[in-house]
């Protein structure tokens, strides 16, 4: 199997865990987890689910039609030389290797199953401090939208810690 071949598979595995991946609980401008699977969708041959691929919805050119730009002609849009070989240098080059891609499924899988969270466990000291032990319960409730917090329970944690 070539080495560009293999690159191709382990992409394609790489794929198969980002799928597996939990959506995020904060929404963002960008979504790491469908980033990601754009990067690796492009970089395995496979076309991208419609609608969901980052660079469709765009009105832009992509990263990949600028490098082409670039890379294709000696002076694109009378662009001066030195300008050039400077775009050419910062222009984001992905050369994965398959040992490359299998440490990056590796350590994807390593997060999803939160292996450094139970090997490094902390205690109640650290999730519920003696000053005041509700805190970090009270920014997952107000994340997860279970309980909001009025101007007079802001006040009172502000003013008395609690």
């Known amino acids: 199997m070539s080495a560009n071949q293999s690159v191709k598979e382990g ?3 790489l794929l198969k865990v980002l799928e597996r991946f939990p959506d995020e609980r904060i929404k963002h401008l960008v979504s790491f987890k469908q980033l990601q699977m754009d990067r ?12 969901t691929d980052s660079t469709a919805t765009s009105k832009g050119p992509t990263i990949a039609d600028i490098k082409n730009i670039i890379n294709r002609t000696s002076g694109p849009l009378g662009l001066q030389k030195d300008l050039l070989k400077k775009m050419q240098s910062i222009t984001p080059n992905d050369r994965f290797t398959e040992q ?21 466990e902390v205690g109640d000291k650290l999730y519920k401090p003696a000053g005041n032990p509700f805190y ?20 009172r944690t502000v003013l008395f810690g609690k």
Not at 40 to 51: C, V
Not at 100 to 120: D, R, T, V
């Open 11 to 13: 992409a394609k595995q």
């Open 100 to 120: 490359s891609i299998q440490e990056q499924i590796k350590s994807l899988e390593n997060i999803m199953s939160n292996k450094y969270k139970n090997y490094y």
């Open 40 to 51: 690796f969708r492009y970089l395995s041959g496979e076309k991208a689910a419609t609608g």
């Open 136 to 155: 970090y319960q009270r920014i997952m409730d107000e994340i997860q939208g279970k309980k909001k917090e009025n101007i007079f329970t802001a006040a």
